[in-house]
Structure formats: structure tokens, C-alpha cells
């Protein structure tokens, strides 16, 4: 079993829509939390931490389920350069582990 | 730039052949990473430095790779033999911490091997 998992996608979603989605992982003893963004043939870049209480960064909200294993991420309000591929990372000590990525499309 | 720095961005090679990857991460940061991307993948995890030690290298996948860090700042990627297996994009991120800080990763080296 993969360490996270995620749905890969992709969403195709219009612009002003809101779209969510979530990832699983395997390890209870992880630490902290992340979304990374990743465009095409670009180097992943950090999106957000993500707290136990929940956190927003403009129309970006983070939550982790720590019960249930699970980090969702939902963008309010799409714009067209939301589109990219979404990581979801989980570290516990120093060690990063990533999702394959969800690829969410914004069309006009 | 005070971003990590990673050379060279493309690098084709035969078969059979050395290559060495650079790493220069971002100053004052003590943990070091790299990772390998192949396509419709995440990142995966090759081997972790704090300062100058390799403080886990499990996801080394064979005795091919080695990696150094001698100084505790830049960092070389060694492959050896390479095979078209090792065709991927190799990516080396640097944190201020090992523990709990975010990553930040460089370019990447595209590498194929033909």
C-alpha cells in the first residue's frame, strides 16, 4: 500500500466553481502536513501547510482528519491558473512522502 | 538566485555511462533531499542529508546510486551503469529543518538515458 494516496483526476471544472478533493494516508505517526502545487514539467512548489484545526490561505482551505487519515484541500472560486496537479505530502521525522497528484483543469 | 540550484537541467546520456548531478541548496539550509520524478508520478524518495551525513538513504534503489554531501552544502548525485530505467526527472529540495519545516525544491535534472 502506498504511503498517500490520492484520486489522480482529473477535475475539470469551470472558472468561479469550487472544487475538492482529498488524500489518504497510511502512516499514524506522521507528523505534518502539506499541499504542494506542481505545473507541467515545473519543480513542485508549497501550496499550504495544513493544521489539525483546519486553515485558509485566500480561496484555498486545508483540513486534515487525523482520526480517519485523511487531508482534503477545496479552492473557492477557480481561477484559470488553479490549473496544475496538486501533491499531497505527509512527513514524519524528515522524510517527505507525496501523492501521485490530482490534475485539476480550470476552463474558461 | 536564493533559490536551490540544480545542475545540469537536461542531461542525455548512453547506456552504460557515469553521471553526476549537482545540488546547491539554499544557503543555511541543513537538510537536503533528493527525490525522482517519473511521468504522472509524485516525487519519490531517494535519500535524506543532515549536514554532511546521509541520514537515510533507503530509497536508494540499487548500488548504482550514491550521493554526497561533503561540506554539508552542495550535494552530487552519482549514477553508475545507468539504464534507461533511470530515465526521470531527479529533483533535490533543501529545508531548514529535517523535522517539520516545508521543502524547496530546484528545477530539477531531466535525465534520459538512450
Known amino acids: 500500500r502506498k504511503e498517500v494516496e490520492q484520486d489522480p483526476g482529473p477535475f475539470n471544472v469551470p472558472e468561479g466553481a469550487t472544487v475538492a478533493f482529498n488524500c489518504t494516508y497510511s502512516?499514524?505517526?506522521?507528523?505534518?502536513f502539506f499541499w504542494y502545487r506542481q505545473d507541467c514539467r515545473k519543480e513542485p512548489k508549497l501550496l499550504m501547510s495544513v493544521y489539525s484545526s483546519g486553515n485558509e490561505d485566500g480561496r484555498f482551505t486545508a483540513q486534515l482528519n487525523r482520526a480517519s487519515q485523511y487531508i482534503s484541500l477545496l479552492i473557492r472560486d477557480s481561477k484559470l491558473s488553479d490549473s496544475a496537479t496538486y501533491l499531497c505530502?505527509?512527513?514524519?521525522?524528515?522524510?517527505?512522502?507525496f501523492g501521485a497528484g490530482t490534475t485539476v483543469t480550470v476552463r474558461a | 538566485g536564493a533559490g536551490v540550484s540544480q545542475t545540469p537541467s537536461n542531461k542525455v546520456t548512453e547506456k552504460g555511462k557515469y553521471v553526476e548531478l549537482r545540488c546547491d541548496p539554499i544557503?543555511?539550509?541543513?537538510?537536503l533531499y533528493w527525490y525522482r520524478q517519473s511521468l504522472g508520478q509524485g516525487p519519490e524518495f531517494l535519500i535524506y542529508f543532515q549536514g554532511t551525513g546521509a541520514a537515510d538513504d533507503s530509497g536508494l534503489p540499487n548500488d548504482r546510486f550514491f550521493a554526497v554531501r561533503p561540506e554539508g552544502s552542495v550535494s552530487t548525485l552519482k549514477i553508475q551503469r545507468t539504464e534507461r530505467g533511470d530515465s526521470a526527472v531527479y529533483l533535490c529540495?533543501?529545508?531548514?529543518?529535517?523535522?517539520?519545516?516545508?521543502?524547496?525544491f530546484g528545477q530539477g535534472t531531466r535525465l534520459t538515458v538512450v
Open positions: 544557503s543555511g539550509h541543513t537538510a
Open positions: 505530502v505527509v512527513n514524519r521525522d524528515y522524510k517527505l512522502s
Open positions: 529540495a533543501s529545508s531548514p529543518d529535517g523535522v517539520i519545516a516545508e521543502a524547496f
Open positions: 502512516n499514524s505517526a506522521s507528523q505534518s
